[in-house]
Nanobody, 118 residues
Framework: QVQLVESGGGLVQPGGSLRLSCTVS????????MGWYRQAPGKQRDLVAL???????NYADSVKGRFTISRDNAKNLVNLQMNNLKAEDTALYYC????????????WGLGTQVTVSS
């Protein structure tokens, strides 16, 4: 049974930083693309960042230059470093293990809340 557990969310002031982590059990992540998504109230869930098996990264335009996704295959986890946070980054952040070929989400975590507010 594959499980993903996100951690590291919280309340932060605008301009601050947070580091989210996603720990995966039940499957080695080394061959899979991994993604971070977010969903704000009343909005759809959107891709924030993606990292392929060879650590190529892609980001939503809204977070480029501020967020960094990384993976540690030995520890079976994926991180999302978020800097210069803005109020519009407030959302529930989800980690996903992606399908190998389609790179669409296959397994989801339950999410961790990020709130950016003064």
């Amino acid at each position: 049974q594959v499980q993903l557990v996100e951690s590291g969310g919280g309340l932060v002031q605008p301009g601050g930083s947070l580091r989210l982590s996603c720990t995966v059990s039940g499957s080695p992540i080394s061959i899979y693309p991994m993604g971070w998504y977010r969903q704000a109230p009343g909005k759809q869930r959107d891709l924030v960042a993606l990292i392929t098996r060879d650590s190529t990264t892609n980001y939503a335009d809204s977070v480029k230059g501020r967020f960094t996704i990384s993976r540690d295959n030995a520890k079976n986890l994926v991180n999302l470093q978020m800097n210069n946070l803005k109020a519009e980054d407030t959302a529930l952040y989800y980690c996903a293990l992606q399908n190998l070929i389609s790179q669409t989400p296959r397994y989801w975590g339950l999410g961790t809340q990020v709130t950016v507010s003064s």
